[in-house]
């Protein structure tokens, strides 16, 4: 949520943000809230008159009585009755109108940061960089799935029957392989100097609405029913939702912390939910990075969220290129954002196994995030990152570290997880 002096002040850099997003519908709803706004300015003003006005006539009825002007002060009693009233009425004007403004706010974009490329969807985001030596093989790679079938790791079949699609069953040593490179992920974090966090994993209505956008929860969320109660889809969620109305110390900043928790997802839209193969399901897990700080400091957290997940990525043998999200790609919280993607030598093609999201102060205007500086409070900033989210990424691992005999090699750093193993081989 944007800064409402922006409406005030700048409105056509407001207008201007929107156009880049393209999302021109939503244009006429600045000029719907700046009058909201100013009609609820005057609202307060005339409040505040009136009550300025009720304490002198107040003082006045006291003097009135003293000096036996009965009458008089009944008089003036009646006006104070009505300025009461009239105040009462503000009052109620002004909760329909704060409600009102706050409604429409939530669907004003972030200001996006002019480093941003411009483009419709992400079709048009630009690539940054490509990362590691991308592996000749002299063999055809097999489906996925196949992979791990061939190693008696994967039942889907089974899942289908107790959950339906988008679930599945992990068995064996790709099991095992799963849980290492979440707690190798763990262990990788915590030396990079983030503090390990396990959050709750669903969360109340007020933090999903201070998070995330309406659309995103509509397409996303698992409601539970009869609660007040969401299923997280990422470990942010709670994360950032930890630090709702509260006021953190300059000197206590940055806060660097490294979240792991199932997610659950409806997986809502065009993508749909695959058949056969783990890219796109409704359960998996993650480990995250979270970090709150000082608005200056944003941007260089930032930069370096996303090359903790580059430098993850190559320990395990795996390439990866980062994607500039392009303008209308990004999410209306969103300042910036790029991914990560792997390299699938099967597809001949790179796909996203993480984001990394600059959001300013949208979500801790929302959550009411607010540090203390020498010239009193002010927003922080927030930023998030997926270190690793298998088991989308056990498709780019499983493909890069595969022989022609359906083995799979363990990378160095992966083995003491592995119990010193340095190949899984079909039983």
């Known amino acids: 949520m944007i800064d409402i002096k922006l409406i005030r002040e700048n409105v056509d850099l407001v207008k201007e943000n929107i156009k880049k997003k393209f999302q021109d519908e939503k244009l006429e709803l600045v000029d719907k809230v700046k009058q909201l706004d100013e009609d609820y300015r005057n609202l307060r003003k005339e409040a505040d008159e009136l009550r300025g006005r009720r304490n002198s006539l107040s003082k006045e009825i006291g003097n009135f009585m003293k000096q036996g002007l009965k009458d008089k002060a009944e008089e003036i009693k009646k006006e104070v009755a009505n300025i009461a009233k009239r ?31 411009i483009g419709k969807d992400d079709s048009e985001n630009v690539e940054i960089e490509q990362f590691g030596t991308k592996r000749d093989f002299d063999f055809e790679i097999p489906y996925h799935v196949d992979i791990m079938e061939n190693l008696d790791g994967i039942d889907l079949d089974a899942a289908r029957k107790t959950s339906g699609n988008g679930f599945y069953y992990l068995k064996g040593d790709i099991a095992r392989l799963h849980s290492s490179i979440l707690s190798y992920a763990r262990d990788f974090m915590i030396n990079r100097g983030f503090t390990y966090y396990i959050p709750p994993f669903m969360i109340r209505s007020d933090v999903v609405n201070g998070v995330m ?12 029913e009869g609660e007040d109660l969401y299923l997280i889809g990422t470990s942010e969620h709670s994360m950032i939702g930890k630090f709702i109305d509260t006021i953190l110390n300059e000197d206590d900043l940055p806060e660097k912390l490294t979240s792991y928790s199932p997610c659950f997802r409806k997986e809502v839209g065009a993508h749909g939910i695959e058949e056969r193969g783990v890219y796109r399901i409704h359960q998996f897990e993650k480990q995250e990075m979270i970090v709150v700080c000082k608005p200056e400091d944003s941007m260089k957290f930032y930069d370096e969220l996303w090359k903790n997940t580059v430098d993850f990525f190559l320990t395990l043998d795996i390439p990866v290129r980062t994607l500039e999200c392009c303008s209308g790609d990004l999410a209306d919280l969103k300042v910036k954002s790029c991914d990560v993607e792997a390299w699938s030598p099967r597809q001949k093609k790179y796909f996203e196994v993480g984001s990394c999201s600059n959001l300013g102060d949208a979500q801790a205007r929302r959550l009411k995030i607010r540090i203390k500086g020498e010239n009193g409070n002010y927003f922080a900033h927030t930023l998030n990152n997926t270190v690793v989210a298998p088991p989308r990424m056990l498709i780019a ?31």
Do not use: H, W
Request: hydrophobic share 40%.
């Open 397 to 427: 691992f499983l493909e890069n570290n595969l022989n022609e005999d359906g083995s799979i090699n363990i990378p160095v750093a992966l083995r003491p997880y592995m119990g010193g193993q340095e190949k899984i081989v079909k039983k």
């Open 213 to 224: 956008s309406f659309a995103e929860m509509e397409n996303m969320m698992y409601k539970i």
């Open 87 to 117: 105040i009462t009425e503000c009052e109620e004007n002004e909760v329909k109108l704060e409600e009102e403004i706050r409604k429409i706010m939530l669907v004003i974009p972030n200001i996006i940061d002019a480093s941003v490329p």
